[in-house]
Structures are given as C-alpha cells and as structure tokens.
C-alpha cells in the first residue's frame, strides 16, 4: 500500500512501528462541504453550491466508507445529478487504485493518485477512496465520507424533492455517540484487528470490537434502529461494515469471536437495510472479497480469495 509524498507515489505500508503495533487512520484532507447555496460548510471553503451534473464521485465497491456514499447516493436519488467512477477491486503496491479504462469520463485518469495530484498537485497523503470531485472548479470538494453523506443528505433536496433525512435534528445528540462509539471500535475496530502488527495491539482492537458488537445487539433487542425508531445515519454506517464482516473481516482481519450471522438482532438489520430499494445493487460481494484478500499482501502473501463462505 502506498502514498503520494509531495505529489509522487511512494510505496509504503502504514506505520505501525512508532504506534507499538496499532493503526492509526490519518484525517482526510479534502474537507470542503456542498452546501445548497454554496455558502460554507461546517469545515473548509465555500463555492461549492449543490448543482445538478456538477459533481462526480470516485468509489471502490469494496470499501465500506466509499459505500456509504453510494447507498446515500441511490436512497437520496441523486443518480442523475451526480456521475460515478467505479475503482478496480485490486489495489496494487505500485500505483494503488486503479481506474480502469474508459471509466473516469472526467479526469481520464488512470489511478487515484492521478486524481489527487490534479486536485493537489504537491499532495502529501494516502490516496483514499471515496472523493467527490467538483467539474466546475476541477478539485476535490471532500474526500470524507462521514461528511460526503452529509450534503447528499440535505443540500440537493430542493433539486431532486426527495426530503428523506438521515440525519434529523431532534435525533443528532443520540446519533453523534452512536456514531463516535461505532466508528472506533467497529467501523476502524475492523481495520486496527487487521492490520495490528502485534499481539497486544491485537487483543486491545478485538475485545474492543466484540465488546461494541455485543452493545450494538443489546441496543437492537429493544430498539427496531440504533437511534430508536427512527432509520439514520448511524444505521448505515454500521451496515457497510457488517455486510462484509463474516465473508471478509471474519477471516482475513482475524475479528474470529463471534460472526454476524451468531447476533439475531445485527441480523435482522442487516436483512431489513439489504431489502431496501436501491441497496443491494450497491453490495458487490465478489469485488469485496478480491479487494481485501488480494491487495493486502501483508497479511495475505498468496493473495489466495476463499471460497467461503456460503451466505
Ligand atoms: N476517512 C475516510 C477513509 C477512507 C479510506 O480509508 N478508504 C480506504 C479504502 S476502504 C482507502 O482508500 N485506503 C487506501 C489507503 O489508505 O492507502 C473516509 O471515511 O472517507
């Protein structure tokens, strides 16, 4: 896995010697927000007013953050107005995400970093999917998921009439710890089992992981959604964890105590998220599995996919 240092692809792992064995994920730097009037967002700079065919967005279907964007995307009808480029599943040392040709009408690039050095032409930084590009002003407005769901949530409703919210404001003060509890320790937890590079860092990510997990199915045994009755963001930022975790983090990220499938609750949402109109077409498990077991030779040397498991 590499990075770009300075507007150059550099080819190195993340650092975990300095951090005794943990992850540690770096901030996303892009952090401009769509706003419906282009006045400024919450972070960042203004100008990037919510306007039918002026963004694009980049994803990988393997990525369970570039997901999000695009369950938001389908469930907020914004298909038409915002325009996509689907990464390749293999993510390779040399140049990391590939786009394949044909499929980025707007920068012709050929990888991400391509992308980022049009943007940022001294970025110094990893090369993340997902990243919503602005035509109009040729750069990134963000490449934050958490805060891309966030505009296409509200700032095109007057363009598209569709006022579903994700994210109400008499449920923000008991989604915002769902949200900081679940990113930490599941969303990331994940990723630090994965990539922990010693026993005790291990440990520390997978109690951590399980223990949140088990919380989640408590809060599910009396609530139909983590906020109560309510459908919200908090649910969808788990669910694209979830859908992966027993095809891929069960095994290839060692989260081996307990699977999905063992939590009746975690369960049935998933199958009532998954049943949704607009969400299974975003689930791509073959692209999932050969993202994870192949790019990451860390972990996974052969780059052998499993079979398994059957759903
Ligand atoms: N904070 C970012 C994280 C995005 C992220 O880490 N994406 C992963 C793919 S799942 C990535 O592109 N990793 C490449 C790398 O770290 O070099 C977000 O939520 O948008």
């Not at 990988?60 to 915002?82: D, E, G, M, V």
């Not at 989260?255 to 077409?281: K, T």
Request: glycine content about 6%; proline content about 5%.
């Amino acid at each position: 896995m590499g990075m770009l240092v300075d507007g150059l692809w550099t080819n190195q792992w993340y650092d975990t010697k300095s951090t005794g064995g943990r992850f540690k994920r770096s901030e996303a730097r892009f952090r401009n927000f769509v706003t419906k009037d282009g006045s400024p967002g919450p972070t960042g700079e203004g100008d990037f007013a919510a306007e039918a065919n002026r963004y694009h967005l980049y994803v990988s279907l393997a990525c369970p953050w570039a997901h999000r964007t695009l369950i938001f995307r389908n469930l907020k009808q914004l298909q038409n107005l915002i325009s996509v480029s689907i990464v390749d599943a293999k993510m390779p040392d040399q140049h990391g995400w590939t786009i394949p040709k044909g499929e980025d009408p707007v920068n012709h690039a050929k990888t991400m970093w391509q992308v980022y050095v049009a943007a940022d032409k001294d970025y110094t930084g990893r090369v993340t999917v997902p990243v919503l590009w602005d035509k109009k002003q040729n750069t990134i407005v963000s490449n934050e998921s958490s805060e891309i769901i966030r505009m296409f949530n509200t700032e095109f409703d007057h363009l598209t009439g569709n006022d579903l919210d994700f994210y109400p404001h008499a449920l923000r003060n008991k989604i915002d710890p769902i949200n900081e509890r679940i990113y930490g320790s599941i969303n990331n937890g994940v990723y630090k089992t994965g990539f922990a590079t010693t026993q005790e860092a291990y440990d520390e990510a997978v109690t951590d992981l399980f223990e949140s997990l088990d919380w989640v199915e408590d809060i599910l045994s009396n609530n139909k959604y983590l906020a109560g009755d309510t459908l919200t963001e908090a649910d969808w930022r788990l669910f694209t964890t979830l859908v992966r975790f027993d095809p891929v983090y069960v095994g290839h990220f060692k989260c081996n105590i307990r699977r999905i499938a063992d939590y009746p609750n975690i369960s049935r949402l998933v199958d009532e998220l998954r049943a949704i109109p607009g969400v299974e077409e975003t689930i791509d498990m073959e692209h999932i599995k050969v993202h994870y077991y192949w790019s990451h030779t860390s972990i996974n040397p052969h780059r052998i996919v499993p079979a398994g498991p059957a759903l």
